[in-house]
């Protein structure tokens, strides 16, 4: 009696589940029965989800039988025979991220606890150590470039690229920190104000899951989100259109929407299918440019100026910032926020920081226009030379905000 109670004070000391299930011979196919079957057959994600969105799986190493699941591990070198404990899944199941969910962290810790009570009476099983397989191998199904690409950390880098980089355009009215001042126009309510309030200040992760979890994001159908449809001015907004359709802004909502959707719908199972990354990073300056006696006809075309910085060569090889909006005819003129860009991988691109502005100096800026309106047929045309307009220089200071912008004369034509 006391002997077993020590022991059971020692066992309960290491692995503080088992000793309800007693330590029969069997002990390992209970075990795998009682705990680690009922993770193959859960309907709700592994751990693994907190920081893979897809690709892989706790479920991906459980076979049907223990022999299997035992024999497939060992092969591959996810158990340690001599050491349970450095056992290269219960590494994976150990990682833990940053800011873990309460759920998330209840879930891994029930994983880690069953696989290592389960490891731990496996190696010591004769049985399995004789066990075979020649079964396919368990394990993820996809290869390592989709993994990592569908690694959360990855996608948050794509959503930020492509996505949170803009937020400067929609901050006034979704960021809870700058909408208050809407609260009882147009007859809105503090709740109506709430209910649009998608940005969570400084943290694009939450922002992410919030637009998710509102239904902003498609993922069945990624050009039909609200996120994108609302701003492009494909839907009714309350906010009116924020950018042209066919424009960078609407390019890049797009590329990170139908990766997210092919991400989440387990899509990739090929590295050639993966998005290619662009070539250029760029970031939100908060500056302006203005282009003034523009021709009425051009009214609603979308316009593109590509901005040269002059330097001790010359005009810089790549431009150092880009602008596009659609002009406004009427008024003869064309207005845009302002972003910094820089070849990826460059030292500049490594220097750029959102709302950092373009140094005063001497530009040039390459004026481009949609004439026949080829990215209304195609969204994913990019102007090019046959659209070029004409080009103007300017230099001096260049102040942040939208008033005034930096004002430029469109240069004469025709
Ligand atoms: C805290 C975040 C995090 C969690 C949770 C996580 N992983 Fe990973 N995983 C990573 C990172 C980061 C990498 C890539 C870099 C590395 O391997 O260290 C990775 C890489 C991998 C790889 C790539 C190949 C390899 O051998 O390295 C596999 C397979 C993998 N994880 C499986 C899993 C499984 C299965 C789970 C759940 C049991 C899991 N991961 C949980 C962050 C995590
Ligand atoms: C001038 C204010 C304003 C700006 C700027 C603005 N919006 Fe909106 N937006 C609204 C209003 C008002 C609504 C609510 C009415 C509606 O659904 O159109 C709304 C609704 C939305 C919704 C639906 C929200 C929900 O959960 O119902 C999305 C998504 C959205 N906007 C995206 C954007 C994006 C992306 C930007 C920036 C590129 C942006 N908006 C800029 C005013 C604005």
């Known amino acids: 009696m006391v002997i077993r109670l020590l022991l059971c004070v020692s066992v309960c000391l290491a692995f503080a589940a088992i000793p309800r299930l007693g330590l029969s011979d069997d002990s390992a196919l209970e075990l795998f029965k009682q705990r680690i079957t009922p993770i193959l057959r859960a309907p709700n994600a592994s751990s ?46 150990h990682r833990t991220p940053d800011k873990p969910t309460p759920v998330g962290e209840k ?39 989709v993994i990592r690409h569908a690694r959360q950390d990855r996608v948050l880098q794509s959503f930020v690229e492509n996505i949170w980089s803009e937020m400067g355009r929609c901050v006034s009215c979704h960021s809870p920190e700058l909408n208050r001042n809407k609260i009882g126009r147009n007859g809105s309510t503090e709740e109506d104000v709430d209910a649009i309030s998608w940005v969570v200040p400084r943290d694009p992760a939450a922002t992410l899951q919030k637009l998710v979890d509102t239904g902003n994001i498609d993922t069945d159908d990624p050009d039909a989100s609200q996120v994108l449809t609302k701003p492009a001015g494909l839907e009714e907004h309350g906010g009116g259109p924020k950018f042209a359709v066919g424009s960078r802004t609407d390019k890049n909502f797009r590329v990170f929407l139908k990766d997210y959707a092919a991400i989440v719908n ?12 662009s070539k250029e990073f760029a970031v939100l300056t908060g500056q302006h440019l203005r282009i003034v006696d523009l021709p009425e006809r051009f009214h609603e075309k979308l316009l593109r100026a590509d901005i040269y910085r002059h330097t001790d060569a010359g005009w810089s090889e790549s431009r150092w910032g880009t602008a ?30 959102p709302d950092v502005p373009l140094p005063g100096g ?8 949609d004439r026949e309106d080829k990215t209304k047929q195609d969204r994913d045309y990019e102007l090019g030379e046959s659209d070029f307009y004409g080009q103007v220089e300017f230099h001096g200071e260049w102040k942040v905000g939208y008033q005034p912008p930096k004002i430029v004369h469109a240069p004469a034509h025709d």
């Open 48 to 93: 693994c989800t907190e920081c893979h969105l897809s690709g892989v799986d706790l479920k991906d190493y459980i076979g049907e039988t223990q022999e299997q699941t035992f024999a497939s591990l060992r092969s591959a070198g996810m158990i340690d025979v001599n050491n349970p404990d450095d056992s290269k899944l219960l590494r994976f199941i």
């Open 107 to 145: 879930v891994r810790q029930q994983e880690y606890e069953a696989f290592r009570a389960w490891i731990h009476a496996a190696v010591k099983d004769p049985k399995l150590a004789a066990a075979k397989t020649d079964s396919d191998q368990l394990g993820p199904t996809v290869p390592l470039e």
């Open 266 to 277: 387990d899509k990739y199972n090929d590295p050639t299918q993966l998005p290619k990354p």
């Open 324 to 353: 596009e909006n659609p002009i406004a005819g009427k008024k003869q003129m064309w207005q845009s926020m302002v972003m910094a860009t820089a070849a990826r991988g460059s030292d500049r691109a490594a220097q750029l920081k």
């Open 362 to 369: 001497r530009y040039l800026v390459k004026i481009y226009i």
